[in-house]
């Protein structure tokens, strides 16, 4: 009987790292040492800076004019390249895992949007941007388009951080859910209308970010 081998422990770090970015405990601007994520991740020096060197060259750490790293603060030209990237990607992903979806996969989906719209009337920032990306990449997962989805899990690590405006912005924003619209196309078995959600949501999501962007703007 085979088992799966244990992670070593300089991924086990990077993967702990890289989800500190993406589920907002680490927020734009924030600033990232060695030291901080020895002690966020009670790990070792090594596997933290191996984490945070990837992560670098990833473009979820950058260096600040000071040269401290941090966790880069998105630009509307930045935003725009990731809009134009994400709506050409992610909807071709999602068309291909609707074809293999079944019945039961949809409802699991379902259940994580319901945590989804959870976290975002309780205005949980942390929580919203787990879900949601839980909802996208279990859906995902079902293409078993393996270099799409690489190069879409780089995109969200540039993104995803921003997208916690949407929470601070939910009560204002009374938009269709296409989380939604995905799960029904999804039982109609109409892949096309899945896609088309997604692009939808991801188009839906950018414009709050810009609009996130040009308040701070203003400030």
Do not use: C
């Not at 959600?197 to 703007?217: K, P, T, V, W």
């Amino acid at each position: 009987m085979s088992s799966t081998a244990p992670l070593p422990d300089h991924e086990v770090t990077y993967r702990k790292a890289r989800d500190l970015i993406l589920f907002g405990e680490l927020a734009p601007g924030q600033a990232v040492t060695i030291q901080g994520m020895v002690d966020l991740l009670g790990t070792g020096t090594t596997p933290a800076r191996e984490a945070i060197r990837r992560l670098t060259a990833e473009g979820a750490l950058r260096a600040s004019d000071n040269r401290r790293l941090m966790v880069p603060e998105l630009t509307i030209e930045q935003l725009q390249e990731l809009t134009y990237a994400r709506t050409g990607i992610e909807p071709q992903i999602a068309r291909l895992a609707a074809v293999a979806m079944e019945p039961q996969d949809i409802d699991k989906l379902e259940e994580i949007d319901e945590k989804v719209n959870t976290a975002l009337k309780d205005g949980d920032i942390r929580s919203y941007l787990r879900y949601n990306h839980v909802f996208h990449w279990t859906l995902y997962a079902h293409s078993e388009a393996e270099i799409l989805m690489a190069t879409a899990a780089a995109h969200w690590l540039r993104v995803g951080p921003s997208l916690r405006v949407l929470v601070k912005r939910g009560d204002s924003s009374p938009l269709p859910d296409m989380h939604e619209v995905a799960i029904a196309a999804l039982r109609d078995g109409d892949y096309e209308a899945v896609g088309e959600a997604i692009h939808s949501d991801i188009l839906q999501g950018h414009s709050n970010i810009a609009q996130g962007l040009s308040d701070e703007a203003e400030d």
